[in-house]
């Protein structure tokens, strides 16, 4: 029989157990909580004694979710402890209910004491709002345009849609601040040729990749991340290789100079939705395996979205307020960065500009912090509030498909900063395509594609169709009889490519014959044309006044520059492209 000591010192432990859980907003297993009770007090407890102090960890738990402040954390917890939970019974709809209870009781004994709050609410978007910066007293305040005529101005609030605003708290902001002073200076000083040049010598002396018109990508790339609300799409960068390739470095150099940079090695979905929908953060992900982390965090949406402006994903954060009144909508449209030594999944691949590591071959001297990007990421700032109310140079798609829609906003800041690069830029985008139509054509639609052509060849073209099982016996051709690919597949990937059915003799199944253009565009798509040169190449010419200096001229110095962070801060001036090749 249990003895009134022991039951306190299980309670005690109980409780122990279940603060430290809340305190870390991660509840363990309850199985595990009863395994860290000393064996001999376990030998102890009775069925009883173990249903009350299971009881008496749920009504604890239950209330921190409800004194947890932030709706997605609470609802994360309340799933949490609704799984670890299962192992002894479902007490989902329990638990909903004594949640709700506990907030509605929460908030009518907070309701005198929210009258007496300040008015000032935190922000960080809004219209004419540059950035946050550090003030001279170092702290957070405003940098706000709010009209193309008007001087900028650092304040510590503003007003916004009738409301008092304040920057939010440094401690909320995971990225360093731009010093006002210094933008204010860079603004009037600063050219955007000379930036876009130091920055491609910046991203030339932290890092080895595949060719030079990479560092015109990233330099690019840089400077779009403070445009951000003028695209329609942004790609995302994939950084891929063996470990110690550089990527972290890599990318890292990047997010430490780009809008609002946030280095995460977590895809979990609450830290992803705040960056996006509170600061339009750029986010740099560094993670081993990337794509096993987002299924297991479900956050497939935000990875895929993100390369996208309007795309929104839902979250039931309030489900006791009812039907429509129980979900909040996220916009996720923001700069991505990506370090994996896996490669990510197909579909986030169309969405990525993938760039592999190469072995750099040289020791780099220059470490990687945030602190020494600083007055990089202060130029751009300045660049952002000269060109806030400017549209980007109109431009067509520099090639077909999605890919043609996330460079576009590359060659568009390549023509606003630098226009002799538009060709070496051009090159680079032909190369991805090149890559992804080959890639295309060692898919199985394409091998399918190719059996239905060479159905025809075989005579087996009757009145104007070819039947899918004809289409089927040469895909399999050469196959094992465990590997071969039945009929009904081959007509969904028949139909996908937009051939059109019919059925004829009997219900026998038959794709007819497409015309001549749709073949050609079918044979483009997949990478199976004889031709693929891409119909943009013959609007660019190669610049031919490059300067000698240039990271990009073969004979420039890529070696490791010491003074690339002197040359941000303006200590050293150079610029790294001629008067005549702009």
Not at 513 to 523: A, F, T, V
């Amino acid at each position: 029989m249990m003895t009134t000591k022991d039951k306190e010192a299980l309670e005690a432990r109980m409780k122990q157990y279940t603060e430290e859980a809340l305190q870390e907003k991660e509840l363990i297993d309850i199985r595990q909580v009863f395994d860290l009770i000393d064996q001999e007090l376990r030998k102890q407890i009775g069925e009883k004694t173990m249903t009350e102090a299971l009881r008496s960890y749920v009504e604890d738990a239950i209330d921190g979710i409800a004194l947890t402040d932030d709706p997605i954390d609470r609802e994360t917890l309340k799933r949490n402890l609704i799984k670890r939970l299962k192992p002894v019974g479902n007490y989902r709809s329990a638990i909903d209910d004594k949640v709700k209870k506990k907030i509605t009781m929460l908030r009518a004994d907070d309701e005198p004491a929210a009258q007496d709050d300040s008015n000032l609410e935190p922000a960080a978007v809004f219209p004419g709002l540059v950035d946050i910066v550090e003030n001279d007293n170092g702290l957070p305040a405003f940098l706000i345009a709010e009209t193309s005529e008007t001087e900028l101005q650092v304040c510590g609030t503003t007003t916004v849609d009738g409301k008092i605003v304040c920057p939010p708290s440094r401690e909320s902001m995971p990225f360093m601040l731009p010093r006002a002073s210094e933008v204010l200076n860079w603004y009037a000083l600063d050219n955007d040729r000379q930036l876009f040049a130091d920055l491609v010598e910046y991203h030339t002396a932290i890092s080895v990749l595949p060719s030079d018109n990479y560092y015109i990508l990233l330099a690019a790339y840089d400077m779009l991340t403070y445009q951000q609300e003028k695209l329609d799409y942004l790609p995302e960068i994939d950084y891929e290789g063996v470990p110690e390739r550089g990527k972290s470095r890599t990318g890292k150099g990047s997010a430490y100079v780009c809008y609002r940079g946030v280095h995460e090695t977590t895809v979990r979905d609450t830290h992803l939705v705040r960056y996006a929908a509170e600061f339009r953060a750029t986010l740099f992900i560094d993670t081993m395996d990337l794509w096993r982390k987002v299924e297991k965090e479900h956050s497939e949406d935000i990875i895929l979205g993100r390369f996208e402006r309007g795309q929104r994903v839902r979250r039931v954060l309030w489900p006791e307020r009812g039907l429509y009144r129980d979900s909040q909508y996220y916009d996720i449209f923001g700069p991505t960065l990506i370090a994996t030594n896996r490669s990510v999944n197909h579909i986030l691949e169309t969405r990525a500009l993938t760039i592999n590591l190469p072995e750099a071959g040289r020791t780099f001297n220059n470490d990687v912090r945030p602190e020494t990007s600083l007055p990089f990421k202060e130029r751009l700032v300045a660049f952002r509030a000269r060109h806030l109310r400017d549209d980007l140079p109109r431009i067509d798609k520099p090639c077909d498909g999605r890919l043609g829609d996330i460079t576009k906003p590359i060659m568009q800041m390549i023509r606003m900063v630098c226009p002799c690069l538009e060709y070496a830029m051009q090159k680079l985008i032909e190369d991805y395509q090149q890559q992804r139509l080959s890639e295309k054509a060692d898919t199985f639609p394409a091998r399918v594609f190719l059996a239905f052509l060479e159905c025809k060849e075989q005579d087996k073209f009757i009145k104007g169709a070819i039947a899918v099982a004809d289409v089927a016996a040469v895909v399999n051709v050469g196959l094992p009889e465990a590997k071969q690919i039945d009929p009904r597949s081959v007509g969904r990937i028949l139909g996908q490519l937009g051939l059109q059915s019919a059925r004829r003799h009997g219900g026998v199944r038959f794709y007819l014959w497409p015309d001549d253009e749709q073949i050609r565009n079918l044979k483009k798509s997949m990478g199976l044309a004889d031709d693929q040169k891409n119909d943009h190449e013959s609007t660019l010419t190669h610049p031919k006044n490059m300067s000698p200096t240039s990271p990009m001229s073969p004979d420039g110095d890529n070696g490791d520059n010491g003074d690339v962070f002197l040359r941000g801060a303006g200590t050293v001036q150079r610029d790294l492209f001629s008067e005549g090749a702009i």
